[in-house]
């Protein structure tokens, strides 16, 4: 009984002098992006809550993301195949169709 008195004295002093022993929230962390989201759909009298904002354009902005890396990256496994091929470590075979 007196050791959880002491420890629970110590764990007020504790918090008085540190703050409470809760972890940051993501507003006070320097370098987190928040990014907003709603997990209700209504309100507590019950009225549905208006529609959320809608990013305009979500098929452009992917594919202007996707081809310029797709073809660097096309670019990138052409010149690593043709050193494998300069250096002799890869090198594929011709095969002739004639039968």
Do not use: W
Not at 3 to 9: E, I, P
Not at 78 to 85: D, H, N, P, R
């Amino acid at each position: 009984n007196m050791a959880s008195a002491v420890l629970g004295r110590l764990l007020r002093l504790s918090a008085v002098r540190n703050g409470p022993l809760s972890p940051p929230s993501p507003s006070t962390v320097p370098g987190r992006i928040v990014t907003p989201s709603r997990t209700a759909v209504c309100t507590s009298s019950g009225a549905l809550l208006p529609k959320p904002k809608k990013t305009p354009f979500g098929l452009i902005r992917i594919a202007l993301v996707v081809v310029p890396f797709l073809y660097v990256g096309t670019q990138i496994s052409k010149s690593f195949a043709a050193l494998l091929e300069e250096h002799d470590i890869f090198v594929p075979e011709d095969d002739d169709d004639d039968d």
